[in-house]
């Protein structure tokens, strides 16, 4: 008879858990009450906390001021490669500030 390898089976990282698996993890801690109330973000939080793991906070390397301050910066360059014709130029500026405007809406 053919025996089954006990596979050692890993587990998924918590972010990638969904809401029902994160609660059936909560359920077997001692220390989380209120299981079945908490959303994703919440139970996220109690597990990491019950396991010691550290929540690695991201920070960004501008804030929306120095972002918009760049975009001034470039919108008068823009203005010019249009007025010589440059529309390569125009272009690539069009592009760099349309970034940057996206890139204030993630950071706020």
């Known amino acids: 008879m053919a025996e089954k390898k006990s596979k ?3 587990e998924k990282p ?3 858990m969904t809401v029902k698996e994160l609660r ?3 359920k077997e801690i ?9 959303n994703k973000a919440e ?3 109690a597990v990491k906390e019950s396991r010691g793991i550290t929540e690695e906070v991201k920070t960004s390397d501008a804030t929306v001021r120095d972002i918009k301050k760049k ?3 470039l919108k008068p360059l823009r203005k010019a490669a249009l007025e ?6 125009a272009k690539i500026y069009r592009r760099k500030i349309s970034r940057l405007k996206k890139r204030t809406r993630r950071v706020a």
């Open 8 to 10: 050692e089976t890993k």
């Open 14 to 16: 918590l972010d990638k």
């Open 24 to 26: 059936e993890i909560a």
């Open 30 to 38: 001692d220390g989380i009450v209120g299981v079945h109330g908490m």
């Open 43 to 45: 139970l996220l939080s």
């Open 71 to 73: 975009i001034q910066a």
């Open 84 to 89: 010589d014709n440059d529309k390569k130029m």
